[in-house]
């Protein structure tokens, strides 16, 4: 097994790094690619692994996520299972929009059906899209595991502003918020998707242009949640600046 090497630092050079980070507003990220966030964090913070040991706090696992308009938090994205789902029912429930294209934007909730009939209910180990047509869809709640399963009991969240196309050389990020959490609480995030905290968004269409143009095009589906509703899925949160 790997040994998990932690780097030392008190919470208030913590917070004193952490602010110099965010006054210098943008910063272009420093990998073109999803995990470009943290690796720009780690080198800015001068960190060799997402690992820290705070002597006032014992050791922390580092995690740096982005925050959409409207603060709202992506922690996951992926289609449903099995594969080529998406594809059947966007056949099933694809709707023409006003420019007269075939489109299925779906915001799946977990306490009631939506206009297209979706709606989320965790049965086991498995997150289900239930609908009319009885497709059967789902999620292994594995696709949760970065926010379920930590290296530390432990975690330092840093939230961050993007600008520039996301994913990419161009992207910028402004880490503006870092808050120190613990006690991921799995029956709260139960919660969350039956009370419509934890929201499923389905982004499916058509090409509009170009060689693909009216060919089926998945723009990917998203697990959304407020940022302020995720603090609440810890037993304990403090801000740190």
Do not use: C
Request: proline residues 2%; glycine residues 6%.
């Amino acid at each position: 097994m790997k040994e998990i090497k932690f780097i030392s630092m008190t919470i208030k050079e913590l917070k004193k790094k952490l602010q110099v980070i965010k006054n210098k507003g943008f910063i272009k990220t420093h990998r073109a690619n999803d995990t470009g966030i943290g690796k720009t964090l780690e080198d800015l913070l001068k960190i060799k692994e997402n690992n820290l040991r705070l002597p006032d706090a014992g050791n922390i696992e580092l995690k740096a996520k982005r925050i959409d308009s409207g603060s709202m938090l992506t922690i996951a994205t992926k289609s449903p299972l099995p594969r080529g789902i998406n594809k059947i029912l966007f056949e099933k429930y694809k709707y023409l929009d006003k420019e007269n294209h075939y489109n299925l934007h779906s915001t799946v909730l977990g306490s009631r059906p939506n206009r297209q009939s979706f709606q989320s209910v965790i049965s086991g180990d498995k997150l289900m899209l239930k609908n009319k047509y009885k497709v059967k869809a789902y999620w292994p709640m594995s696709v949760f595991d970065d926010v379920l399963k930590s290296k530390s009991n432990k975690i330092l969240l840093v939230f961050a502003e993007t600008r520039g196309e996301r994913k990419t050389a161009n992207e910028k990020f402004n880490y503006s918020e870092a808050y120190l959490l613990s006690g991921l609480n799995v029956n709260k995030f139960k919660t969350a998707i039956s009370k419509d905290k934890l929201k499923i968004d389905i982004r499916i269409g058509v090409y509009r242009s170009g060689h693909n143009k009216g060919r089926y095009h998945d723009h990917g589906t998203a697990f959304r949640i407020d940022k302020r509703d995720f603090l609440k899925l810890f037993d304990k949160y403090k801000k740190i600046i």
